[in-house]
């Protein structure tokens, strides 16, 4: 099961001054859904929606994986990059 960090992606929405109902907008989804997405912990995002995220906010590879990959996976990653 992945390990889905939306406080984080939260977090970087307000630091690069994107509202939720901007992306909305740009995923192609209605503002009611993206809450609901979010607030049910991400795990609805398909992969499409979380490229379109990747270059709307934007986002670097890392903070993706932080955000949507398990904490292990992330973990496992930062360490190949060391």
């Known amino acids: 099961m992945l390990d889905m960090n939306m406080d ?3 977090g970087l ?3 690069r001054h994107v509202t939720q109902d901007e992306l909305a907008v740009a995923l192609g989804i ?3 859904t993206l809450y609901r997405k979010i607030s049910e912990g991400g795990k609805r995002f398909t992969a499409e929606e979380i490229f379109k995220m990747k270059d709307f906010i934007p986002l670097s590879d890392q903070e993706v994986i932080d955000i949507f990959l398990t904490k292990k996976v992330a973990l496992m990653r930062r360490k190949e990059a060391i």
Request: positive net charge; glycine residues 0%; charged residues 45%.
């Open 8 to 10: 984080r992606l939260r």
């Open 13 to 15: 929405l307000v630091e």
């Open 30 to 32: 209605n503002r009611s």
